[in-house]
């Protein structure tokens, strides 16, 4: 039987909140596209279009998928945010409906929602941050 504090556990969500220098990655098939979302990540960071502090990643509640939250040395828009979150591979129609409340001038912030606490910071990145971003165990 399970006790007071696992059944509270179970029933408690995280909310993350996007800030002005946040990517939020919403993985939905990890074993898929964590390579590309790897790949993409390093690429704009050789190409120095995203200048990366520290990567950040934990599971969902469901299998199989997982969400990351890349912060970045300095703030970028909003659009730009939401518009490297797909490039990143993140979930498409997520990205696009924040897009659309966007454009419609709706205020809506980005967030994130899971069962798990954000734990584990994998290092700060200084030239190669996708070598010693570790994913957590899913």
Known sequence: ??????????????????HPNELFIDTDNVSKSIHHTRARLQGAIECKKLSV????S?????????HTIITLK????EIERFVWEIILH???????CNIMRHIDGI?????????????????KPSKN???IWK???L
Not at 1 to 18: F, P
Not at 74 to 77: F, G, R, T, W
Not at 111 to 122: D, E, K, M, P, Q
Request: hydrophobic share 30%; with cysteine; charged share 15%.
């Open 90 to 96: 993140g979930d498409i129609y997520r990205g696009c």
């Open 129 to 131: 941050p996708c070598t």
């Open 1 to 18: 039987m399970e006790t007071h504090g696992e059944i509270l556990q179970k029933m408690t969500n995280y909310w993350y909140v996007a």
């Open 107 to 123: 205020g809506s912030p980005d967030l994130l929602r899971g069962r798990h606490r954000a734990v584990g910071f994998f290092g």
């Open 58 to 66: 934990m599971p969902s509640k469901n299998t199989n998928h997982l």
């Open 74 to 77: 300095h703030p970028i828009s």
């Open 53 to 56: 502090y520290q990567v950040l």
């Open 135 to 137: 994913l957590p165990d």
